[in-house]
């Protein structure tokens, strides 16, 4: 029988922290309720690798907003370790920190359905899945079986032998991880809508993002140049 991960991480650049972020987390932590959920803010984070993902904001004001976004909420906390490592970050790199940091502990990395697309794409994907799970979110465009059908090509493409286990959206790999295929969707809330709504009026971001989230934008006047 497959263990199910201990420790879950969330990547991103979380500029700012939206809905959608929250409510991936939500979906997550009653998939796993006995798992940590640790929210891990990109400090440089690159688009692939080639390409340097542009970052609006300070990695100080992420972090505190994703603090604020997740305050008392149980099995989940907030890691400003990209801080730390060389830029830009791979998560293969803040992977193997967390696995030197948490010895024995079962890991995972959570992603959209978007990014499992391009996973092969990423810097070092073997080795991130031989550190860790992946925990995939679906999207409008992919969902369900069509998803797992993806998970189980990406980790073929990448050389894992693979498992699938259809009644429990999963696909287990020889020599690595496990793919969990999500079944419930997040809401599609974009923080680039967010930031670009923000310029001409705060209003309209309102249910976009938490009351305290909400209140440390205004407070500090972030977007609104």
Request: hydrophobic share 40%; aromatic share 8%.
């Amino acid at each position: 029988m497959v263990a199910d991960p201990n420790i879950i991480y969330f990547g991103g650049a979380f500029d700012p922290v939206h809905r959608g972020h929250m409510d991936s987390v939500q979906i997550v932590r009653e998939f796993f309720p006995n798992a940590k959920i640790t929210v891990v803010p990109g400090f440089l984070p690159p688009r692939n690798a080639n390409e340097q993902k542009s970052i609006a904001t300070p990695f100080v004001d992420r972090v505190a907003m994703v603090v604020v976004a997740f305050d008392e909420w149980a099995q989940v906390d907030v890691s400003s370790v990209e801080e730390e490592l060389k830029t830009p970050n791979y998560t293969y790199l803040t992977l193997e920190k967390f696995s030197q940091e948490n010895p024995g502990s079962r890991l995972a990395w959570m992603i959209g359905a978007d990014q499992l697309q391009s996973f092969p794409t990423w810097r070092n994907p073997r080795r991130i899945l031989e550190l860790a799970s992946l925990v995939v979110l679906p999207r409008l465009s992919l969902a369900g079986g069509d998803l797992l059908e993806m998970a189980t090509h990406v980790a073929s493409s990448l050389g894992f032998g693979t498992t699938v286990d259809k009644d429990n959206f999963r696909v287990d790999l020889d020599g690595g991880g496990s793919i969990y295929v999500m079944k419930r969707m997040p809401q599609s809330v974009s923080s680039s809508e967010i930031r670009k709504l923000a310029t001409k009026n705060l209003k309209e971001i309102e249910t976009m993002v938490a009351p305290a989230v909400m209140d440390y934008i205004s407070d500090l006047g972030l977007y609104q140049n």
